[in-house]
C-alpha cells in the first residue's frame, strides 16, 4: 500500500507540466540575450563600416570637383565633415594625397600629400611602387587618395574586439580640372 501511494506520487510528479515554461525561460534567456546582443554588435559594425566608407567616398568625390587650390583650412574643415557625416565623438585620422603616374619610370610620383590625426603625409618612396594598390594610369594622370582612419567601440563585446581600427583606402580621379593642386598651380 505505501509503495503504490509513492508510485503513483512519482507518477503524478513525472507528469506534471505546470512549471516547466518558467525554468525553460530561465535556462533560455541569457542564450537568446547574447544571440541578440552578438547581432546588434555586428549590425553596428558593419553599419559604422559602411557609414564610414560612404564618408571616405563622399570626400573623394568633393575634392575631385574642385578647380580651386586646396590649402590647410580645406583639409581641416574635411576633416571635421568626415567626423560630422561618421556621428563620431573623436576627430578621424585623414590624409588626402595626389599622385600622378610616370610611365617612362613606371612609378607613382607625389604632388602633394596633407594629413590630420595620427596619419604621416606620404612620401614619393611610399608611393612609388604602389602598382598593386593603385589603378593603372595613363602618362602623367592624376588620382586623388583619400585615406581615413577611426576607432570603432561596438556597444556589446560579442565576438568584437574593444577597440576596432576602420580604415579606408578611396581614390578618385579629378572631375573637372586635369589636377587638384595645393595652395597654387
Not at 1 to 14: E, N
Not at 42 to 56: I, L, N, S
Not at 109 to 135: C, I, M, Y
Request: charged fraction near 25%.
Amino acid at each position: 500500500m505505501i509503495w503504490s501511494y509513492i508510485k503513483s506520487r512519482l507518477v503524478a510528479f513525472r507528469d506534471e507540466t505546470g512549471g516547466t515554461v518558467s525554468i525553460e525561460f530561465i535556462v533560455m534567456a541569457p542564450i537568446v540575450f547574447w544571440a541578440y546582443a552578438s547581432m546588434f554588435s555586428w549590425f553596428d559594425a558593419y553599419r559604422q563600416v559602411g557609414v564610414h566608407e560612404k564618408a571616405a567616398f563622399t570626400v573623394a568625390d568633393m575634392i575631385s570637383r574642385e578647380t580651386a587650390p586646396i590649402d590647410d583650412d580645406y583639409i581641416d574643415a574635411t576633416r571635421e565633415l568626415v567626423q560630422f557625416l561618421t556621428r563620431t565623438s573623436e576627430n578621424p585620422d585623414l590624409r588626402v594625397s595626389v599622385i600622378r603616374f610616370v610611365k617612362s619610370r613606371n612609378e607613382f610620383r607625389l604632388d602633394w600629400s596633407s594629413s590630420r590625426g595620427g596619419f604621416n603625409s606620404l612620401t614619393n618612396a611610399q608611393v612609388k611602387n604602389w602598382h598593386e594598390k593603385l589603378p593603372m594610369l595613363v602618362n602623367q594622370e592624376r588620382i586623388i587618395l583619400v585615406e581615413t582612419r577611426i576607432n570603432y567601440t561596438p556597444p556589446f563585446l560579442f565576438g568584437l574586439n574593444e577597440e576596432n581600427e576602420l580604415q579606408t583606402f578611396i581614390f578618385s580621379r579629378p572631375r573637372f580640372a586635369p589636377q587638384v593642386c595645393w595652395e597654387d598651380c
